[in-house]
Nanobody, 115 residues
Framework: QVQLVESGGGLVQPGGSLRLSCAASRIIFSIYVMGWYRQAPGKQRELVATINSVGTTNYADSVKGRFTISRDNAKNTVYLQMNTLKPEDTAVYYC?????????WGQGTQVTVSS
């Protein structure tokens, strides 16, 4: 059974930084498109960033220039470096692994940006 385990969430002040990690198991990690999504209370889940097997990245406009997605295929891990955090970044962040037609989700990690 595929497992995606997120870590690194927490409470941070506006302007602060966090790094999320997602460790994958039981998949050939290097060929999957990995992504981060988030869901705020009362809102739909939305794309934050993706990175494909050759390292091409894609970001939501709301996080461009502040967030960076990266992957370490040797560690089967994808990261999301989040800088200059804003209160509107508060959400549960989910890791996603996608290789059509299959897709997998982690359990989510809470990120709260508040003073």
């Amino acid at each position: 059974q595929v497992q995606l385990v997120e870590s690194g969430g927490g409470l941070v002040q506006p302007g602060g930084s966090l790094r999320l990690s997602c460790a994958a198991s039981r998949i050939i990690f290097s060929i999957y498109v990995m992504g981060w999504y988030r869901q705020a209370p009362g809102k739909q889940r939305e794309l934050v960033a993706t990175i494909n097997s050759v390292g091409t990245t894609n970001y939501a406009d709301s996080v461009k220039g502040r967030f960076t997605i990266s992957r370490d295929n040797a560690k089967n891990t994808v990261y999301l470096q989040m800088n200059t955090l804003k209160p509107e970044d508060t959400a549960v962040y989910y890791c996603n692994a996608r290789l059509a037609p299959n897709g997998y989700w982690g359990q989510g990690t809470q990120v709260t940006v508040s003073s």
